[in-house]
């Protein structure tokens, strides 16, 4: 809904919760699909816990079903070509699904017209990015040197837990020095720079016409014009703590695999 509502689909929510036609949307050119992922974010939902995703695997599977029962209802979009695309985290949901696509197409009788994929500020493979962490925020100004050297103490710390597959203990430590998302104290890079958001250098808090989408989806009328009834729309959070294992393992295999076998943009 982020994507849609804030990045490039057909509308975006104005401060007075109103929808306005975005001047130049993907849906323009294109056929859009967005889909609330994983199982449990947005409006998407699950009665049982075994129904949340703790890896790619449950990921792709998912949404891999999901498209499969699109097609289905909608065999008019079959014949298009299609392209998986996504950023940050879903730098793992891109190519987990299109793994699975690659895998499964040739033995189903529903096949994906899968071209290639398209991914921004991936999170693909976190050992490789990780390491890199305090060599950046030291020379964009967010830490000092000894600042700077903490800061890349924890990430060695958080990459050799990850080579000895000790998953848990990785996130742990990189959740207590940059995420924050599962811990109840500050993280480390929030106490030293003041900044809760961080994925804009230029700006300390998230902006505020960027959570204005979610108040919309909030209001009954809206819920009842979605037919989504009376389910809220989840931030995410519970999806988070069933993919803390997930968060420092790589798909860079899959993703190598896709790159060898279709157009890929990065």
């Known amino acids: 809904m982020f994507g849609l509502f804030v990045e490039h689909g057909p509308y975006f929510i104005t401060k007075n919760l109103t929808m306005r036609a975005r001047d130049f949307p993907w849906s323009s050119t294109l056929s859009m699909l967005y889909i609330d992922n994983p199982v449990g974010s947005g409006f998407s939902f699950t009665d049982d816990p075994k129904g949340y995703a703790v890896s ?77 962490y305090a060599a950046f925020l030291y020379q964009i100004g967010l830490l000092d040197e000894k600042q700077r050297r903490h800061f890349q103490k924890l990430c060695d710390e958080c990459v050799k837990y990850i080579k000895e597959e000790k998953w848990f203990q990785a996130f742990e430590v990189m959740d207590r020095l940059l995420d924050g998302d599962l811990t109840k104290d500050p ?11 961080y994925y804009n250098i230029l700006q300390c808090t998230e902006p505020e016409d960027q959570n204005y989408y979610e108040k919309f989806l909030s209001l009954s009328e809206v819920r009842r014009a979605i037919h989504v009834g009376n389910r809220t729309f989840n931030d995410g959070s519970k999806v988070a703590k069933y993919l803390r294992e ?17 157009k890929f943009l990065k």
């Open 187 to 197: 993280s480390y890079f929030y106490n030293v720079t003041g900044c809760s958001n």
């Open 246 to 262: 997930d968060t420092v393992k790589s798909v860079k295999p899959w993703l190598t695999e896709i790159m060898n076998n279709y």
């Open 56 to 132: 790619e695997d449950d990921v792709a599977r998912d949404l891999f079903s999901a498209l499969i029962q699109f097609f289905q209802l909608f065999p008019e979009y079959q014949k298009n070509d299609f392209y998986a695309t996504g950023e940050s985290y879903a730098g793992k949901y891109v190519p987990a699904l299109a793994h699975y696509i690659h895998t499964l197409n040739p033995i189903l009788s529903v096949k994906i017209k899968l071209k290639g994929i398209a991914i921004g500020d991936a999170y693909s493979d976190p050992e490789s990015i990780i390491g890199g």
